[in-house]
């Protein structure tokens, strides 16, 4: 009779900064019912990873489950995979810091379940052939990664029964091929229809292994699922035939197979995924840093805070004090949240498109670098600057911080701030992204061909009309977004600022823009001047405007109003305003910027923005130009 080892595994995750009411309805529908069914089934074993931030949510708020979680541990029928702490994608995130978020679930683990995790969830399954050795040396013996992995490799689908070792400049780690047939299968085809395709798996001497491990919401929280999995027995039900099975189905976790049976063979996988996000990404994770500047943006300022947090961690024997220290490790613990992979990409569902989710990004990053200034600025106030090639795309980009703010510009992107960050509340004000052509749109919408930032400078056409604002169904008459500024960054006694200029034209008219920017100590007020100057030989007729763009995630005002000066918005969720005030009586719009995305709910609104733009029609004279000041003004 040919046998069947059943490896058999679900993988559970709620991302960092999503709504409380998602992570209960997800325990009470799926979480919970699944171990409870899993419990009256002693012979079946089964081999978990939750992610740290689901183990933090329980240990606060369902304790009990942890307790169950132990039980089934200690009667060992259930095994506890660890991975990244906070649900990284290992390959995006320094060496340092896979070592030390694997390690953080390890040790809960071990305190928790008493157990030394042996192997480990790879978040999306996202592979690149230099992960063995931080993986390795975290501790973890064996990883699960998609069976398109192997055949990637050249690997036939018939050899991909067991498991394979690979190797990265000597560090070796185990691989199991996940079945994708049998991921796909359960839990939504019959029972008896699964029993029989394990039955095609086996082989006579017993060694072969199906291996089927996937994300735990498919249990109950998708629509439908909790009633059919659970209220209609289907879970029990499966359990129930394997165990009838057992004869030649043998339920064992990933720890127990490797015990009893050696590798198939030596593999060096392909940089891969599973085949939908290969899909989505076009062939490599890292093109959703090509295609959503958003997510570029967002890595790299991780990748800053991790490479300058680990500089202080190296150095911090130079001060020696516990207080300091914990700055240090909060400010780790905050780094490692922003690394939860969510907030990165977009497919199925909306990911990167979900404005709390970049919050909770952004928020932990300005955590994080308030920590590591109460470790290295002793609490005393400051104004800085620095030039830096920020997003890695060959440019500088500029950096004007104080205590209270810290304001990030593109001089190459149109001299604009595409980030602005409020450390008395923790938020990046500007959060926001631009409206992207997606595959699945089915109608046309409004898109944007630029970044959806603040000092985005706009020449409009005399035809130009709200509507077709709104709509970025319209042409500019000017040279200046997306473009080229140059720039120089300017630092005097308690105040920093830069200056950022572009010689450009207006239908085919020179036209010269120069903007400034200061910021003064132990203030959160931005004062901003432009000129704009007619380089012409001849008078000329402008329409100018500035646009300015907020997430401000209550706001929904919409239409324009003339003669304003003062532009007010309260944030009610982080409890800050943002002012806008202007020396000048002009035009102003605004409206909500939204996209339209894929969720787990289907085609879905989302808010992203509220767009503010002041707007002035004038006139000039060869050689003249036209002034305006503006405060931005950020509070309690």
């Not at 559970?12 to 998602?22: A, K, L």
């Not at 735990?216 to 929280?221: I, R, S």
């Not at 703010?405 to 631009?434: C, H, Q, R, T």
Request: glycine share 8%.
């Amino acid at each position: 009779m040919k046998k069947v080892n059943f490896l058999f595994g679900i993988h559970c995750h709620q991302p960092v900064g999503n709504f409380g009411h998602v992570f209960d309805e997800a325990y009470q529908k799926a979480y919970l019912p699944f171990i409870n069914v899993l419990e009256n089934h002693p012979r079946i074993k089964v081999s978990i990873h939750y992610s740290g931030i689901l183990f933090d949510w329980f240990k606060e708020h369902h304790p009990e489950f942890i307790d169950l979680l132990r039980k089934l541990v200690r009667r060992r029928q259930l095994e506890i995979l660890s991975s990244g702490y906070y649900e990284p994608i290992l390959s995006i995130i320094p060496d340092e810091d896979k070592v030390g978020q694997i390690e953080k679930l390890n040790h809960f683990i071990r305190e928790e379940f008493g157990m030394a995790p042996r192997g480990m969830w790879l978040t999306e399954r996202v592979w690149e052939p230099s992960l063995p050795k931080p993986i390795v040396k975290a501790g973890i013996e064996y990883a699960m990664v998609d069976d398109h992995h192997f055949k990637l490799a050249g690997i036939e689908e018939k050899k991909l029964n067991g498991y394979f070792v690979t190797e990265e400049q000597g560090e070796v780690l185990n691989l199991f091929p996940i079945n994708k047939k049998l991921r796909q299968m359960i839990p939504f085809k019959p029972p008896e229809e699964i029993i029989e395709y394990l039955q095609g798996l086996g082989n006579k001497s017993g060694s072969a292994a199906a291996v089927c491990l996937d994300d735990g919401e498919k249990f109950g929280l998708q629509d439908g699922s909790n009633k059919f999995i659970y209220e209609e027995g289907y879970l029990d039900k499966l359990f129930t035939e394997i165990e009838e099975n057992s004869k030649w189905i043998r339920c064992m976790t990933f720890s127990d197979y490797m015990e009893e049976y050696p590798p198939k063979g030596r593999v060096y996988l392909p940089t891969a995924s599973y085949e939908e996000m290969m899909e989505w990404s076009g062939g490599y994770f890292r093109n959703f840093f090509i295609k959503y500047p958003e997510a570029n943006n967002m890595h790299k300022r991780m990748l800053q805070v991790s490479k300058r947090l680990s500089s202080l961690r190296k150095g911090r024997n130079l001060f020696g004090s516990r207080e300091n220290d914990e700055h240090l490790l909060k400010a780790l613990n905050h780094l490692y949240k922003t690394q939860c992979a969510c907030a990165y990409w977009h497919g199925l569902y909306n990911g990167l498109y979900s404005g709390h989710l970049r919050r909770a990004v952004y928020q932990n990053l300005i955590n994080a670098e308030i920590e590591m200034e109460k470790f290295s600025r002793r609490g005393n106030t400051f104004v800085d600057v620095g030039v830096t090639d920020l997003n890695k795309d060959g440019k500088d980009e500029v950096i004007l911080a104080n205590s209270m703010l810290s304001l990030f510009f593109a001089p190459a992107n149109g001299g604009s701030l595409f980030e602005l960050d409020y450390k008395l509340k923790p938020a990046n004000v500007i959060n926001s992204i631009a409206r992207h052509k997606e595959d699945y749109h089915k109608k046309k919408i409004a898109y944007d061909n630029y970044s959806r930032a603040c000092l985005v400078d706009h020449f409009f056409t005399p035809d130009m009309t709200f509507d077709k604002m709104v709509a970025g169904d319209y042409k500019e008459a000017g040279d200046f977004v997306n473009k080229d500024y140059t720039f120089m960054p300017k630092r005097g006694a308690g105040e920093i600022g830069i200056s950022l200029s572009r010689d450009g034209n207006v239908e085919k008219m020179p036209v010269k823009v120069e903007k400034t920017v200061a910021l003064l100590a132990k203030q959160s007020i931005i004062n901003i001047e432009y000129t704009v100057t007619n380089q012409g030989k001849e008078k000329d007729e402008f329409w100018f405007g500035i646009e300015f763009n907020f997430s401000i995630p209550g706001d929904r005002s919409r239409g324009e109003i003339e003669n304003l000066r003062l532009v007010k918005m309260v944030d009610g969720e982080s409890g800050f305003d943002v002012s806008l005030e202007i020396d000048k009586n002009g035009l102003v719009w605004r409206f909500p910027v939204e996209t339209v995305s894929r969720s787990d709910a289907g085609i879905i609104t989302d808010y992203q923005s509220s767009a503010v733009i002041p707007s002035w029609k004038f006139g000039l004279e060869p050689n003249q130009n036209w002034k305006v000041k503006l405060s931005l003004r950020i509070e309690e």
